[in-house]
């Protein structure tokens, strides 16, 4: 028996979509390397330690994801120093926001509208609720699985 379902076809909305999610991911990239050198730099400088209700554990906090975990005089200081230098560096900051932060804000908010458009092709009974999808490699593993489709149709 010969199969007669028909594949579906991204719209040029989708492929709009594809292309920002990618030009978002190039920027990303293309900026990560200065603004880590800039942590790198605050921790390197300020030094905060890890600390527990108030009490320093003395050890230094050597990745800037973990500085939540440094009292909030210090994470203060570093996050004024690392503002400081974003300026210096020439980067145009839009409300004391890290250009990066901001591009991974957009770059979720696009990532959600291209996986939205792309289920909204897929049988109901499959179909897979994006704004449920709390873990961030599975979403990604998503956005991936979409932006493959997207591409192997512009190919075709």
């Known amino acids: 028996m010969k199969n007669t379902k028909k594949v579906p076809t991204p719209t040029s909305a989708m492929i709009d979509a594809a292309t920002v999610v990618l030009s978002l991911r190039n920027e990303i990239e ?9 942590h790198e730099q605050v921790l390197y400088q300020i030094k905060p330690v890890y600390t527990l209700e108030g009490t320093s554990i003395g050890e230094p906090i050597e990745i800037w994801d973990y500085l939540y975990m440094t009292d909030e005089d210090t994470a203060d200081k570093c996050y004024r120093m690392k503002h400081t230098l974003l300026i210096e560096a020439g980067f145009d900051l839009e409300l004391y926001r890290c250009p990066i932060l901001t591009l991974e804000e ?4 696009a990532e959600r509208g291209l996986n ?40 075709s």
Request: aromatic fraction near 4%; glycine fraction near 4%; hydrophobic fraction near 40%.
């Open 30 to 38: 293309k900026l990560s390397p200065s603004i880590s050198k800039i």
């Open 106 to 109: 957009s770059l979720r908010g």
């Open 116 to 155: 939205k458009m792309c289920m909204a092709l897929i049988p109901d009974h499959i179909k897979i609720d994006v704004d449920k999808i709390y873990d961030a490699g599975k979403r990604k593993k998503l956005t991936d699985l979409n932006l493959k489709f997207i591409m192997a149709s512009i190919k």
